[in-house]
């Protein structure tokens, strides 16, 4: 049930996003776990458990999975800049259901549970995308994910 949920919500995105939109970076783009993250100015950890990170080249949505936290679904537009160096996620709204979403605003007190701290902005350098590990850095906190 869970990989027919995900397999849907994959199918959903490419379409939403324009099936004649190839992947801009095949690598990053897809279906992600967050395992942990640190914060940089305190180098804190934070384990994290079943949240997930969808990513297109048009639309990503971070959201709980089978979680018990309540940490809510949130959508946003994606793109890369510096020649694809760096992922930037903008203007996270909260989610109606798979990429759509409400129009109001994600409040960022719950972003920051994925590693995110701010509404309008995040840039993430990609730091590593590679045999199924991705590891993301701005300026609030490096994110390590596992490829789902």
């Known amino acids: ?3 027919l949920l995900i397999t849907i ?4 995105s490419a379409v939403l ?3 004649s939109r190839a992947p801009i970076r095949p690598d990053v783009e897809g279906f992600w776990k967050l395992k ?3 914060l940089v100015e305190i180098g804190e950890k934070v384990e994290c458990s079943n949240l997930y990170y969808s990513i297109t080249n048009a639309v990503t949505q971070v959201s709980e999975r ?3 936290n309540g940490y809510g679904a949130y959508v946003s537009r994606t ?3 510096d020649n694809e160096t760096k992922l ?3 203007d996270f709204k909260v989610s109606g259901g798979l990429t759509a979403d409400t129009g109001e605003d994600a409040p960022v007190e719950d972003l920051r549970h994925y590693g995110i701290n701010s509404q309008e902005e995040t840039v993430f350098d990609i730091v590593e995308c590679k045999k199924g590990k991705m590891i993301l850095r701005s300026d609030y906190a490096e994110l390590v994910l596992e490829k789902f």
Do not use: N, Q, V
């Open 88 to 90: 930037a996620l903008r």
């Open 17 to 19: 996003a324009g099936c």
């Open 1 to 3: 049930m869970k990989h």
């Open 66 to 68: 089978m979680g018990s």
């Open 9 to 12: 919500i994959i199918i959903t």
């Open 79 to 81: 793109e890369y800049r």
């Open 36 to 38: 942990y993250f640190t």
